[in-house]
């Protein structure tokens, strides 16, 4: 069974930068692809980015383009979010999320605990 542990998060002000990371297990890393998500209290997860696992190519959603930043390692089954310029609506819960990518994004199926951003103004 696939297992995601994300880490990272925290209260920050506007303007500042966080990496998140994910560390995996299960033994079936390198069958999905890897990336994030966030949600936001009563919606529906909203995908951030995906990479893909042979050559690490970042995939983005329009919203993340320009301020986060996906990356692999694939020796340590990690998979990192570096997030720059945090505004305020970036608050959120952030999943990590393995799974198939389609339709350019990523279909999450293992998920992580989540783990909490919050930036003040």
């Known amino acids: 069974q696939v297992q995601l542990r994300e880490s990272g998060g925290g209260l920050v002000q506007a303007g500042d930068s966080l990496t998140l990371s994910c560390h995996t297990s299960?033994?079936?890393?390198?069958?999905?692809?890897l990336g994030w998500f966030r949600q936001f209290p009563g919606k529906e997860r909203e995908y951030v980015a995906a990479?893909?696992?042979?050559?690490?190519?970042?995939y983005y959603a329009d919203s993340s383009k320009g301020r986060f930043t996906i990356s692999i390692d694939n020796f340590n089954n990690a998979v990192y979010l570096q997030m720059d310029n945090l505004q305020p609506e970036d608050t959120a819960v952030y999943y990590c999320?393995?799974?198939?990518?389609?339709?350019?994004?990523?279909?999450?199926?293992?998920w992580g605990q989540g783990t909490q951003v919050t930036v003040s103004s």
């Open positions: 999320a393995a799974g198939s990518f389609s339709q350019e994004r990523l279909w999450g199926r293992y």
């Open positions: 299960g033994g079936t890393y390198s069958t999905f692809a």
């Open positions: 990479i893909g696992w042979q050559f690490g190519s970042p």
